[in-house]
């Protein structure tokens, strides 16, 4: 067997939603096809992937690096040892070949989409889904059949009130959430905890509330939002300050009690491996939110899952950021805590299959060989025509 | 006034030489003209930037963000307060617009090469060199009016031996240098310490020796080299493990005494910092060689001085890599303690002025305005060819 071509495409997840940082105006995701020889139904099979949000497509590093890298490769180099299927560490290290140590930025969502793809199209070859193709590989055959997911959302926009963002809360409850997840520090103090305020009369619970704050605070900020959001027991306090400063989340951690979660800015095994190591992450109740299409793909997070247990670390520490169904699948297969949803921004490539519910605050899976991409009908009509083009 | 024009091109410095990591055989680099109309002998005033090697061109990135973000920005918002010239921090607020923190590698590299043009069109518009530029607005008007440098070589390449490389080493001397690098870690330790020994028989003292190793070790390898080196008494021992492995750096100064050096594979003020802040570095004998032309230039750059220089670390524990220009100015007008210089690879962007000898280890600049690279024909040929394409 062999990779027949690799196709790719950008595509806008344009929104007028911000968060404490960046506006999302003119935000891209890169889609890529990865067309094997294999044949199943009929048709030749061909592996997905794309990148969350946040970090943009990468049209121009895929072209000029990866893709040829790829297409340069001997074949014969990028199978598994039968030689029926493709090794995606092969692959792997054919993409990462001459490229220096450190700089985990932006090359690391270009191979993240690619590695996906692969992922997607081993485990059509194999005609099981990527979750329980990864449970029987690494996990002795244990999938979690559900996986806890959360809405994402409570961004800024223009004009956005209270009420607006009690609207927004209610309907994610009304889909099967009972996690949210809004933004801070986009406002003042006063304004987040009025913010804050509405969403809880909305959820409950502040166990049902997640609040992120994009890495926006120094240290004296996040000290002082801390001592603010202690009382409201939430679920946890997200990215208080940049997300290399270690330092910060050490010192934090000795003014906040309640969970913290980090790690959706760090992208590679080595990143994680310093928050793990210099951060004062707590094992019994922060969360980790590595994503792996940001982040060199599933390849380069099962490394850092492995770093996380030499460290003590369960992976159920792990809910990935991205909201996307690859995460989903690794959450699933591999035994993670949950993963991130998107339910109304970064359309189309937002949410999980379409006729599978949220239920309870779980989702789970179409009957599909793969990630299960061809579920979700919009992007996957993106996929289809990068395919026939 | 106002920028013009940004024009891009990507230029190949294919070299048959391997360090211990990757081989050189496809590096490119990436050549930006950034055309103002400011007027100077008549003619308008363009600033030019390239990237360091190592990291490969960025065209990708330049032309999906960076440069149509310099283009859509209202030209009055990227000039200094007085109006007659750029502004570089105002510039870099700009390229960086939508960017989210952290993941910095890659986009680092495009945003550095735009920078370099900057500061060279700045020093231009005011008619001096840019270290002298440099002094004058941050150091009071103190400038080096030469520069400590020593030549990186000692690569591996096929059929290489041990007298080849003496008398690779012997033509540096012969150029004016007394200190020199060299790889280790792509062969053997016994092979490395004949090729060490080799070297030594011509430059004499280890003090006139650095040996780089490219990130290559874990941490039992970086010992055993650290013992095996010991001895020597080499200037330092150059980037053992992994740039991110800060945990290692800091072991490891635990089994070795004299100068350690590391930093070309961290490409911001973060990173940097956790660096300093747990790679157990000592300011008192360790070198720093963050290079700006491939971590968001200059601008982020004065953010890094400013954070060592809060952390008792002194600007002459400074040489950077990339043996450019850039650099070299940059240690002349911000009292750096050297530059890294390569006279024989990564042609055409390896080294200096032409005309201006290299004399004990020391270079100076030639008398023009801007960075100098008018004053080294064969890239200049590149890059006036790209203005006028």
């Not at 806008?12 to 003119?26: C, E, K, Q, V, W």
Request: aromatic share 10%.
């Amino acid at each position: 067997m062999k990779i027949i071509d690799i196709k790719d495409t950008v595509v806008p997840i344009r929104s007028d939603i911000r968060n404490a940082y960046i506006d999302f105006g003119l935000m891209t995701v890169s889609v890529v096809a990865l067309i094997t020889d294999v044949l199943r139904d009929g048709k030749p099979v061909v592996g997905f992937g794309f990148n969350s949000n946040g970090r943009y497509a990468q049209q121009g590093l895929l072209r000029e690096r990866f893709i040829p890298r790829l297409k340069a490769a001997a074949p014969e180099s990028l199978l598994n040892e039968k030689g029926g299927n493709l090794d995606p560490e092969k692959i792997w290290a054919s993409l990462m070949k001459n490229e220096k140590p450190g700089g985990h930025g932006d090359r690391s969502v270009a191979v993240g989409v690619i590695d996906m793809a692969v992922w997607d199209a081993v485990s059509k070859i194999e005609g099981v889904p990527l979750y329980r193709y990864l449970a029987d590989r690494y996990r002795g055959g244990k999938a979690d059949e559900k996986v806890s997911i959360y809405a994402a959302g409570g961004y800024y926009y223009p004009g956005k009130g209270l009420e607006a963002l009690k609207q927004e809360m209610q309907s994610y409850l009304d889909r099967g959430y009972t996690t949210v997840k809004m933004k801070i520090g986009g406002a003042s103090l006063d304004e987040d905890l009025r913010r804050i305020e509405a969403v809880l009369a909305v959820v409950g619970d502040g166990g049902n509330l997640a609040v992120d704050a994009n890495g926006k605070f120094c240290i004296e900020e996040a000290i002082t939002y801390a001592e603010a959001l202690k009382p409201y027991g939430l679920r946890w306090y997200e990215e208080a300050g940049d997300p290399l400063d270690y330092a910060l989340q050490a010192e934090l951690a000795g003014h906040y009690e309640g969970p913290m979660a980090t790690g959706e800015n760090l992208f590679s095994m080595q990143d994680a491996r310093n928050l793990i190591r210099h951060g004062g992450m707590r094992p019994n109740r922060d969360i980790l939110q590595f994503d792996c299409a940001l982040s060199y793909g599933l390849v380069e997070y099962m490394r850092t899952l492995e770093m996380l247990e030499e460290s003590g670390w369960s992976r159920r520490s792990c809910i990935p950021h991205g909201g996307h169904q690859m995460c989903l699948n690794v959450a699933a297969g591999l035994g993670l805590g949950g993963n991130e949803s998107y339910p109304d921004v970064f359309k189309p490539f937002n949410g999980f299959a379409d006729r599978v519910p949220v239920e309870d605050g779980y989702v789970g899976f179409p009957d599909l060989p793969g990630i299960g991409l061809e579920a979700k009908n919009e992007p996957y009509k993106i996929m289809k025509e990068l395919v026939d083009s």
